[in-house]
């Protein structure tokens, strides 16, 4: 039996739970047997025994979101597409993406309010973002097909609106 990585920690969770469960039913017996006059006990050793397990539960938890953190695979180093709009065009870059790869989309606006609306190789709406002046929207993403994706406005801004069409390519991961 492997005793590291996930298997490892469910593991040792399950028998630290079943231990607590142990403890508040052997609590909860004496608890009984002392209200049925057996085993008379003051309230204050009741509270202490309660202060003290409420204790080891915190302190189980918070050192296992440590763990748990630990046990998380490494961010994946994503890459950053600039995407600047206005009446009525677009600058990206760069123009190409890895697939299988987190990108993320810093989308802004030169003049007005316009979209940055992207469409897989099949036509198909994937995300729409808002392109506005004087801030910067981010949007993350990850394509795991290769291809030619179209882009275009999806915010009505003017005659020029139904030609701010473009694209960009994402390539197979090297
Ligand atoms: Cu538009």
Not at 82 to 92: D, F
Request: charged share 20%; proline share 6%; with cysteine.
């Amino acid at each position: 039996m492997r005793l590291e990585g996930p298997d490892g920690a469910w593991i040792s969770a399950l028998g630290i739970s079943l231990l607590l469960l142990g403890a508040a039913f052997g609590l909860l017996w004496r608890a009984l047997r002392g209200a049925r006059g057996d085993l008379p006990r003051p309230w204050v050793a009741r509270g202490l025994w309660l202060g003290l397990f409420a204790l080891l539960g915190l302190g189980l938890n918070l050192s296992s979101l440590r763990w748990a953190q630990a046990e998380r695979p490494q961010a994946e180093e994503a890459s950053t597409v600039e995407v600047v709009a206005w009446t009525w065009n677009y600058r990206i870059v760069p123009r190409s993406v890895p697939a299988d790869t987190p990108v993320v989309f810093r989308v802004s606006s030169l003049d007005t309010l316009h979209s940055f609306g992207v469409y897989d190789p099949h036509n198909r709406l994937l995300f729409t973002v808002m392109a506005m002046p004087g801030h910067e929207e981010r949007l993350r993403f990850r394509f795991t097909d290769p291809g030619r994706y179209t882009v275009r406005c999806l915010e009505y801004c003017g005659v020029g609106h139904g030609r701010m069409v473009t694209e960009f390519l994402v390539e197979r991961r090297k």
